[in-house]
């Protein structure tokens, strides 16, 4: 623990000291965010789409803000810290009345999906849907909003050219509902390449009004998550990872869609020359947790989950975190899983470093300059 505080803080003071010393060099003068409740600061609470959510009430906030704010961690997010080190405020949801985007905004949802409501519905999923919020729909809100940020095609071209976009996490979602509902492995995948192309459309839209700089995630392994570990859980040991106990078959797929979109984003490229499109591996940043979680300051591994309500995991689909009947540990600081589908704070600052120093992002999301 104390090795993994030690590295956040020697992280976020190299971050400062960049900020300082090159600001021509890394500066941002504005974010924009679109997803799922990997990103979501506060848009499906605000929305009131769900009429109790569990992430109204603490323990979710608790590291950090000390407060529920829609977040569903017990902190900040990767486009949090990425916001902090750019030297730019925490995303406000755009659902959010009042404030200025004119910093940036986050359209991201949670339980936000890739591909529309209506491909759910036709597979019989559309009764377990969160919300009818699409990655097109945060789009909408986009266009919604730029009329507020720049007056003409040039004027937004030359705005947007200065600034990030975070095309994702999305499409996580668009595999869990069909997962959990135990659609098979097979059906799954064969949605991968639609969702990769909705994805890659989205990337467009921006680019196409003068973005430049876009960073697009890849999904994380969720073989190693506890919601899936629980639901899935068997007993024979050859579905297991020997090294990091996780579901073998789940994390291959996370593999796959992040193949199929790699390929997808280098098109992409050669189509925009112009542009920087940034891979985000989030999975080759996140596995080593889970295979030594201990070496990171994880000293409750990887698998089990900080807030929850028993069970092997400690993921209870009748007492998920924030719900009577579950508790949250101490020190979220010393474990990987929050609530058996999200990270930790801690988990998310080590991510975001990754991404911002190049280990895990392709091109680097600093390797740049604006003169």
Request: glycine share 10%; hydrophobic share 35%; proline share 6%.
């Amino acid at each position: 623990m104390k090795l993994q505080r030690l590295t956040l803080i020697i992280f976020l003071c190299f971050s400062c000291f960049q900020m300082t010393m090159s600001k021509s060099q890394y500066y941002y003068t504005s974010i924009f965010s679109f997803g799922d409740s990997l990103a979501d600061t506060g848009n499906m609470l605000l929305s009131g789409a769900l009429p109790f959510p569990s992430i109204s009430n603490l323990p979710y906030g608790m590291t950090y803000f000390h407060h529920p704010t829609g977040r569903c961690s017990d902190g900040r997010l990767i486009a949090d810290f990425i916001a902090a080190t750019m030297g730019l405020p925490f995303l406000p949801p755009y659902l959010e009345n009042g404030r200025s985007f004119k910093q940036g905004a986050n359209f991201a949802f949670s339980g936000a999906t890739a591909l529309e409501p209506e491909f759910f519905r036709n597979k019989g999923l559309g009764p377990i849907l969160w919300t009818n919020i699409s990655l097109s729909a945060q789009l909408k809100w986009f266009e919604e909003l730029k009329p507020s940020l720049c007056g003409s095609i040039k004027e937004c071209s030359e705005y947007f050219s200065k600034s990030l976009f975070l095309v994702g996490e999305i499409g996580g979602n668009d595999y869990n509902y069909a997962f959990f509902l135990g659609k098979s492995m097979t059906e799954v995948k064969s949605y991968v390449p639609k969702v990769i192309k909705a994805i890659i459309a989205s990337a467009e839209t921006p680019i196409n009004q003068g973005a430049v700089h876009l960073v697009v995630p890849g999904n994380l392994p969720i073989g190693c998550s506890a919601a899936y570990l629980t639901l899935y859980y068997t007993p024979n040991k050859a579905a297991y990872n020997n090294r990091n106990g996780c579901l073998k078959s789940f994390n291959s797929f996370a593999k796959y869609h992040n193949s199929m979109l790699q390929q997808s984003l280098e098109t992409l490229r050669h189509k925009y020359p112009q542009a920087r499109i940034m891979y985000a591996d989030s999975y080759g940043a996140a596995i080593p947790f889970a295979h030594s979680p201990q070496h990171y300051g994880f000293s409750k591994g990887a698998l089990l989950t900080c807030c929850g309500g028993g069970g092997l995991y400690n993921f209870n689909i009748s007492a998920r975190c924030g719900h009577p009947g579950s508790s949250a540990c101490d020190d979220p600081s010393s474990y990987v899983n929050w609530d058996g589908i999200h990270l930790t704070e801690a988990v998310y600052g080590h991510i975001s470093a990754a991404l911002l120093n190049g280990t895990h992002s392709e091109p680097s999301i600093l390797g740049f300059n604006f003169n």
